[in-house]
C-alpha cells in the first residue's frame, strides 16, 4: 500500500484506549514522519526512558522521538544541492492457489466456466517510485537560511493505487543586539493525493483478498462486457470491476507556522517563546458507478460522497534556563509554561441513484435518495486544551557523576472535574566509572557508564468529553400531534472521577566503549507499570446505556534492550560498520476492576494474560466420522472432517463459554542487524529486522483457508494435505 505509514511502538503497549504512539516532535513542535522529508533530517534522538520523557508529560508516555532538520550555518556560502532516486517494487512472494487445469481435473469444487485467468495479474503491476529533492542553504554573519523542496511519486503494487507529495520548508534565523537575541522563522507545507482504492482495506473490499479467492476459470467481463460476477456467494466480488468503477481520490493540505524568539542578555541565561500552528484540511470525495458492486447488490445507479476534514493545533511554548560551571560542577536549570489548543471539525454528504453516471462526484443533490429523504448528511467538531508547567535541573560533578530531576504539572480539558490536573515526576542518576582514578591505564575501555532513573508519565483518552453527560438528538423519534419529531436521549453518563493514567518507569542501563570507539555497546533493563486504565466498560443493558469509561485496572511491562555497534573496517577507500540490536518484552494486565474477564472480540482483557491476547475456540483435531460428533453439533450441520473444537464446559455444544486464550500478538523479542558498506562514492545498506513469540491472526484470509467451501480459491499446500477420509488429517478440515 502506497499510503501505509509506519507504526511505533517503544517499549510495548502502555494503555487500552488512549495513543500508544511516541511524541514525534520536529524542531520543537509535534508532528510525524511524514511532516518533513527524509532528506532534510539532521539527526534523531529516542528518549525511551520515562526520566528523559516525563518532561514531555502526557504527550511523552509511550515515548519520544526528537527530530532536528537541516539548516543553514552562520557565516557560510550558499549552497545549492539535489538528489533523486528511482525504486520498483513486486510481490515478493505469491501464494499458489489451484489453477485453471487443476479444477478442470477435478481437484477442487469450482464449476469449470472454460478460461483461464490470472486474477492477481489482473490487478497487480510492477509499482515504481520516483523522489526528488532540491535544497539551498547558507548564511551571513547575523543571517541563516535553508529552504527545500521534495517530490515524491509512489505507484503501488495494485493498479489504481498511488501517493502522490509535494513538500516545501523554509527556514531563517537572525541574530541581533550582539547576539542577545535571536529570531526564527520555519514553515512547512505539504501537498498530499491518493486513489480511492485502498489496498489494504480489512472487509470484502480488499482487492487482494478478491484476487486470490477468485474461480481461475471465470472470465472478467461476461461476452456484453458486463464484469462477471456471482453474487450467489458471499463476499466474492470481481476484483477488476472494484478497481475500475471507484472513482475520486483523497486529498490533504498541511501547513505549520513556527516562530521563536530567544532572547540571552548574559551568557548562559536564555529565554524563549515559541509559538506554532498547524493546520491540517483534507477532502475525500469519489463516485462509485452503476456497475461497482455494492450499488449492483443494493440496486443503486451511482453513488457518490464528499467528506471534509480541518483540525487546527495552537500551541505556545515559554521557557527559561540558565547553565552555571563552576570548577568540577556543571549545573543547568530549566523552567517553563507550555499551552496547546487542538480542533478538529468535520462535514459529510452522500447521495445515490443518479440518472447518469456522467457527472460523478460533481453534481452531488442530482441523486435521487436525496429527494427521497434517504441522503446522508452530517457535521461534527470536538477540541480539547491542555496546559502545562515544568521545571528541570540537571548537575554534573568532574564528569563523573550526574543528577537529572524533573516535574510537570498538566492539566487537560479531557477529564473529569474531580481529577483535571496531574503532576509527573522523574529522577535519574549517572555514573561515568571509566573516568574514575582507579580506571587509568585501561586504554582498551574508552567509556564506562552506569545509569538508573525513575519518572512518572500519564496517559489521556483519544475522545475529549469522555467524562460528561452526552446526548444523542434526532437518533430517535417520537410521536406527537400527528407528527414524527427527533427526540433528545442520554448517550453516556457522567464520569467526574474520570483520571489520568499514570505509567512509572524504572530504568537501569549500561553503556560501553572499546577499542577508541570502534565498538558500543548499550544495555537496559526496564519495568513499566501503568494503572488507573482507562477503558469503556460494558454495562447491563437496564442501566440504558452499552458502556461507561472508567479507570478499570493496571498493567505491567518488562523487559531488556541490547544494542552494539562496530566499525569493522575504516579507510579512505572502504568502510564497514555493523549496528545489532535486540530487546526482550513482557507485558500482562495485573489487575481489573472486578477481577473478571472482559471479552472485546476476538481478544480479552485478562488478569495475568497479556494485553489483547487472541481468545477463541481452540482446535482439537478433526473428527474423523459422524459418530464422534455430540448430537447438538450434529443437529447444526457439523460432519466427519469439520473441526473438532475442545469443548470446555463439557455440554456437548460450542458456545462462547468455550473460548480460552489461543495466542498472543506481542512478541517475546524482537530486533534487528543492520550493514553499511561504503567504497569510494558509493554505499550499499543491508537492513534486517526480526520477531520471535508472537501470533498472528490472519483476519483477511476468511474464507481462503476454509477448504472444503465450494466457492472460494483453495491454496494448494492445503487442499493437498486436507482431510479426505478417517484418518488422512487431524489437523486440515476436509
Do not use: C
Not at 552506569?450 to 437518533?475: C, E, K, Q
Not at 474477564?597 to 475456540?617: E, K
Not at 473428527?623 to 473438532?644: F, H, M, S, T
Amino acid at each position: 500500500d502506497p499510503n501505509a505509514t509506519s507504526t511505533i511502538r517503544l517499549r510495548g503497549v502502555i494503555s487500552v484506549n488512549g495513543s500508544t504512539t511516541p511524541l514525534i516532535l520536529i524542531d520543537g513542535v509535534e508532528g510525524d514522519l511524514s511532516t518533513v522529508a527524509p532528506e532534510n533530517i539532521a539527526s534523531i534522538d529516542v528518549l525511551k526512558d520515562a526520566s528523559a520523557a516525563a518532561i514531555y508529560g502526557t504527550r511523552g508516555a509511550n515515548g519520544v522521538i526528537l527530530i532536528t532538520t537541516q539548516n543553514g550555518k552562520r557565516e557560510s556560502h550558499t549552497t545549492a544541492s539535489y538528489s533523486g532516486y528511482v525504486s520498483a517494487s513486486q510481490f515478493g512472494k505469491k501464494l499458489e492457489f489451484m489453477t485453471a487445469e487443476d479444477i478442470r481435473a477435478g481437484k477442487t469444487n469450482f464449476t469449470d466456466k472454460g478460461y483461464d485467468t490470472d486474477w492477481l495479474d489482473a490487478v497487480s503491476r510492477t509499482g515504481f517510485t520516483h523522489n526528488h529533492n532540491f535544497n539551498i542553504t547558507g548564511g551571513s554573519k547575523q543571517t541563516t537560511y535553508s529552504a527545500d523542496v521534495t517530490y515524491r511519486k509512489e505507484d503501488g503494487v495494485i493498479m489504481n493505487t498511488y501517493s502522490e507529495d509535494i513538500r516545501m520548508r523554509f527556514d531563517v534565523s537572525h541574530w541581533m543586539l550582539n547576539d542577545m537575541l535571536k529570531v526564527n522563522l520555519n514553515m512547512v507545507k505539504k501537498w498530499h493525493k491518493n486513489s480511492a482504492t485502498n489496498a489494504t482495506a480489512t472487509d470484502q473490499s480488499n482487492i487482494y483478498r478478491q484476487a486470490i479467492m477468485r474461480n481461475p476459470t471465470a472470465p472478467i467481463y461476461n461476452e456484453d462486457g458486463s464484469y462477471n460476477e456471482d453474487f450467489n456467494v458471499n463476499y466474492y466480488y470481481n476484483p477488476v470491476g472494484m478497481l475500475e468503477e471507484r472513482l475520486g481520490n483523497y486529498t490533504y493540505e498541511e501547513t505549520r507556522a513556527t516562530g521563536n524568539v530567544t532572547f540571552e542578555p548574559v551568557k548562559g541565561w536564555q529565554t524563549n517563546l515559541m509559538v506554532a500552528t498547524s493546520r491540517f484540511n483534507a477532502h475525500d470525495k469519489g463516485y462509485n458507478t452503476t456497475d461497482y458492486f455494492s450499488n449492483q447488490l443494493n440496486e443503486w445507479t451511482g453513488y457518490a460522497y464528499h467528506t471534509q476534514d480541518e483540525t487546527r493545533t495552537d500551541n505556545l511554548e515559554l521557557t527559561s534556563k540558565y547553565d552555571l560551571n563552576v570548577g568540577k560542577h556543571r549545573m543547568n536549570a530549566l523552567v517553563g509554561y507550555s499551552y496547546q489548543y487542538y480542533t478538529y471539525e468535520r462535514f459529510y454528504a452522500n447521495n445515490y441513484n443518479f440518472p447518469t453516471d456522467f457527472y460523478q462526484w460533481h453534481n452531488l443533490g442530482l441523486g435521487q435518495a436525496l429527494k427521497d429523504g434517504k441522503a446522508g448528511m452530517g457535521s461534527d467538531k470536538n477540541e480539547n486544551t491542555l496546559i502545562g508547567f515544568f521545571a528541570r535541573v540537571s548537575y554534573a560533578f568532574d564528569n563523573k557523576y550526574n543528577l537529572l530531576v524533573s516535574v510537570r504539572q498538566e492539566g487537560s480539558s479531557k477529564f473529569g472535574d474531580n481529577n483535571k490536573w496531574g503532576t509527573f515526576p522523574s529522577a535519574s542518576l549517572g555514573w561515568t566509572i571509566s573516568n574514575e582514578g582507579f580506571m587509568e591505564g585501561i586504554t582498551w575501555l574508552n567509556n564506562l557508564k552506569l545509569r538508573a532513573g525513575f519518572g512518572i508519565t500519564g496517559v489521556i483518552p483519544n475522545d475529549p468529553y469522555m467524562s460528561l453527560t452526552r446526548y444523542n438528538y434526532g437518533s430517535s423519534y417520537y410521536y406527537d400531534k400527528g407528527t414524527w419529531k427527533p427526540g433528545l436521549e442520554v448517550a453516556s453518563n457522567p464520569n467526574p472521577d474520570l483520571k489520568w493514567e499514570k505509567s512509572d518507569q524504572t530504568n537501569i542501563g549500561l553503556d560501553l566503549s572499546l577499542f577508541n570507539d570502534r565498538v558500543t555497546v548499550g544495555m537496559d533493563y526496564f519495568i513499566k507499570n501503568t494503572k488507573d486504565l482507562l477503558y469503556d466498560r460494558p454495562l447491563h443493558t437496564t442501566t440504558g446505556f452499552s458502556s461507561i469509561t472508567q479507570n478499570i485496572g493496571s498493567m505491567r511491562n518488562t523487559g531488556f534492550e541490547f544494542n552494539v555497534e562496530s566499525h569493522n573496517i575504516m579507510n579512505d577507500r572502504f568502510s564497514w560498520d555493523t549496528q545489532f540490536n535486540i530487546s526482550t518484552i513482557k507485558n500482562k494486565l495485573t489487575s481489573l476492576i472486578d477481577e473478571k474477564p472482559i471479552p472485546v472480540g476476538n481478544h480479552v482483557l485478562q488478569v495475568g494474560q497479556p494485553i489483547g491476547s487472541f481468545y477463541m475456540y481452540k482446535m482439537d483435531g478433526i473428527y474423523q466420522d459422524n459418530q464422534e460428533v455430540p448430537e447438538k453439533l450434529y443437529a447444526k450441520g457439523v460432519r466427519a472432517g469439520d473441526i473438532k473444537y475442545a469443548d470446555k464446559d463439557n455440554d456437548g455444544d460450542l458456545t462462547p463459554a468455550d473460548k480460552e486464550i489461543v495466542g498472543k500478538p506481542l512478541p517475546d523479542f524482537f530486533g534487528g542487524l543492520t550493514n553499511r558498506f561504503r567504497y569510494g562514492n558509493f554505499d550499499l545498506t543491508i537492513f534486517n529486522t526480526f520477531s520471535v513469540g508472537n501470533d498472528v491472526y490472519a483476519t483477511g484470509m476468511g474464507g481462503i483457508d476454509a477448504v472444503g467451501h465450494n466457492n472460494y480459491g483453495m491454496r494448494k499446500d492445503i487442499a493437498a494435505n486436507r482431510w479426505t477420509g478417517p484418518g488422512t488429517n487431524n489437523s486440515i478440515p476436509r
